[in-house]
Structures are given as structure tokens and as C-alpha cells.
């Protein structure tokens, strides 16, 4: 039975949304399991106390690399996808497969420079992410095959936003689905029945990710798909390219800003704190992971409404769109704030049962997501903006947040506290509040402006 795409354009907002959410969401998580499972069965590498907690440490200094790797394909997919589908709301699906060769063409070609970069310079980037002489041959190990299937992430990542758009989402999750399942039961055999350790979790990772490029490519060149995979789109043409990097640049920069942001933490908790703090960082920044992919996978949900309705100029199922997202991210961000208050402890555990890991880290994640309740709002407003191809505004908030106030309240705050691993800690919630704040004063000046340019 050939897998079919929702109507964008009629029906129930929210009963679409949700139809489109569900399976957008199980994807986030379950892509997520890539490297939270690899983390999950490393810190439990016995023994716990000195192998697990010492690889576990050293695997987290990579995920900065492996947030720039996804961030790539954000820039040169994920920027196009919504262009793609306002395009397919104007009647012109040509130029929306257009815009998919093009992106298409550009993965192959950084995914290929990327993986000769890495090679190359893996062991001083890990150093600068924040590898101690006790970390950096796990990180080394983990990184350096890992590295050997970015292009299987770009294509994956990359190429299954376009099947997203497209209102394919029951496909999109099972393309994230296959590759996860398969590195779950590959982990165990790899790191613990091989006795390959941080080596067979990169291994079990990048073959999974091959067999869920596989399936994007399979679908894409099939005759399912709206938008095919054709030769004569391939060759990138400025024009075609161009507009969709400038969109892609916001997600580009909020995620390859987490690398810079791991540093930042990781260079100041390993001078305030030591590999303890690192470590608990490494176990913060995973929890903070996992708990965001629902919000990810609402917004991409929402996307193709919001972006295919703007292209047909129906401004009311726009705004319908826009209120049921806010609606659902600002819930759940409550609620994630609310668990993580309470039982701070049972998310540290997730990812180590050492105890003075556990009690450092548990402490720290109240700090860390102190502001997380309001959050919703955040990505909200601001992956609307992605939707309606909003490229300025989406640029400066996403630069807001991280690069012009994380960055600096890491290093101011310190001088303000005796704790000054805490105060390290508590930049993160300040910068959410200063960042919300800012957002949604801007999102309600400007969306009613571009309502009111379509109503024209």
C-alpha cells in the first residue's frame, strides 16, 4: 500500500497538526536514540566507576562535532523545505523540486569535505570542545569512525525534511525509525559481545544512518513522492540555492551554535569544576536533547501547514496553524519544566548511575532548565518565522539566544557568584529569559504585519 500525503489546505487545523505532529515527533526522539543509546550503553561500560564515566565524558565531547555535522544539513536542506512547500502552495511544484535537487547537490559536495576535515583535524578540535588527556582517546576513537558516514547523516537529516514537507510524515518517521532500531540492537552486539567499546557505538551509528539514507533516496527517486529526485535539478544555480541557504542559515546557526556553547561550558566547568562538571554538562546537555524533540517535532509538523498556506495566501488557516502550535509547545514545555523540578535525579539516571555523578548532575539540572517552562513560546514564534520564509528576523533570533547572550553571561556570571560553577550553570535560564522576552515582542509585531500584506 503506496503511503499518501495530508491535504494542507482544508480540514481541521488541529486534528492536521496533530496527524502531522505524532509522527514528527516519535522521529525527533527516535533520531535522537542515535547517539543517546550509543551514550546510555557507554556510561554503563564497566567499570562504571572509571571506564563508563571516563568514555562517557569522552563521547560528549563529540556531540559538538556531530551538532555541526546536522547543523550542515539544516543550512542546505532544511532552509529549503519550507521554500519547497510555499512554492507547492503557489501551484509551482517545479520549482519545488528545483529547490530539492539543489540541496541534494550541496549535501554530497560538504558532506565530503566535512568527512576529509574531520579526518584530518579531529584530535585538536576535540581538544578545544573540551577532551582532558583522560577523555581524549574515547573521544578520538568515537569520532574518527564516525566521521566516515557524515554523508549518510546529511543525506538522511538533509533529504527527509523534503519528504516532511510534503506532508509524507508516516514515511519520514519510519525513515528515522528503521536507522534507530537497527543501532539499538547493533550497539550492545558492537561495544560489549565484540569488546569494540566507543569504536562499535560510531560503527552501529553510521551503518544504521546508511540504511536510513537509503530509504530517503528510495522514496525520493519513487513514484510516491510529489517532488521526485531528477538529474536536470541537480546542477545548483544560485538563483534556486540562494534564497534557501539564507533561511537555512537560522537553523544552521541554532544548532552549529550548541558546538560553540559546549565549548564555552565545557572550557569553564573544566576550570571551575574539573571532568565532574564536564561530565555532568555532557549528561545535562543529553537530557536537554531528549527533552526538546517534542518541541522540534511539533514546529515541524506545523511547518508544512503554515508554509504551504502562506504560498496559497490563506492568511486565517495561517494564523489558525500559529495558535495551535504555540498552544501545544507552551503545554509541554510546562510540563517538561515540572518533571525535571521534581524528579531531577530519574533524568540523570538515564544516561549514568554513578552516584557522585548523579548527585553533582541532578543539582545542576534545576539550574540548567530553570527557565524551560517558557521555552515553547521561543521555538514557537521562531520556527514560524522559518515557515514563512522570514530569513532576517529568523537569523537574528537564533543568533540572539546562544551567540549574544549565552556566549557572554557563561563568562560574566562567574564573576558575579562565589559558586562559580553555578553561576556557570544559571546562564543558561537567564539567556531563555532575556531570549523569550525579545521574541515574542517581535513575533507580534511582525506576524500581524505579514497577515496583514496577505489579506491584500
Known sequence: MNPKSVDLSSGNVRKLMVSLALPTILSQIVNMLYNLVDRVYIGHMQPVDTVGALALTGVGVCLPVILIISAFAALLAMGGAPRASIFEGRGEPGQSEHIMGNSFSLLICASLVLTVLLQLFAEPLLLLFGASENTIGYALSYLKIYSLGTICVQMTLGMNAYITAQGFTTVSMKTVLIGAILNTILDPIFIFVLDMG????????????????????RFLTGSTTRWRLRRENLRPVPAVFLPSLALGLSPFIMQSTESLIAVCFNSSLLKYGGDI??????????????????????????????????????????????????????????????????????????????????????????????????????????????????????LFLAALRKIILLIPLIYILPHFFANKVFAVFLAEPVADLLAVTTTATMFSIQFRKSMAELEK
Open 277 to 394: 562538571a564536564v561530565g555532568s554538562m555532557t549528561v545535562l546537555i543529553s537530557i536537554m536533547q531528549l527533552a526538546m524533540m517534542p518541541l522540534q517535532g511539533l514546529t515541524q509538523g506545523a511547518q508544512p501547514i503554515i508554509s504551504y498556506n502562506f504560498g496559497a495566501r490563506n492568511a486565517q488557516r495561517v494564523r489558525d496553524a500559529f495558535k495551535t502550535l504555540l498552544t501545544a509547545c507552551l503545554t509541554y514545555s510546562l510540563v517538561l519544566w515540572a518533571a525535571v523540578q521534581l524528579f531531577p535525579r530519574a533524568f540523570v539516571m538515564i544516561f549514568n548511575n554513578d552516584p557522585s555523578l548523579v548527585t553533582y548532575a541532578a543539582k545542576a539540572l534545576r539550574v540548567y532548565m530553570a527557565a524551560t517552562g517558557i521555552f515553547g513560546i521561543q521555538i514557537a514564534c521562531q520556527q514560524t518565522f522559518i515557515a514563512l520564509g522570514n530569513a532576517k528576523t529568523s
Open 198 to 217: 566507543v569504536r562499535g557505538a560510531a560503527l552501529a551509528t553510521i551503518l544504521s544512518q546508511a540504511v536510513s539514507a537509503l530509504w530517503v533516496l
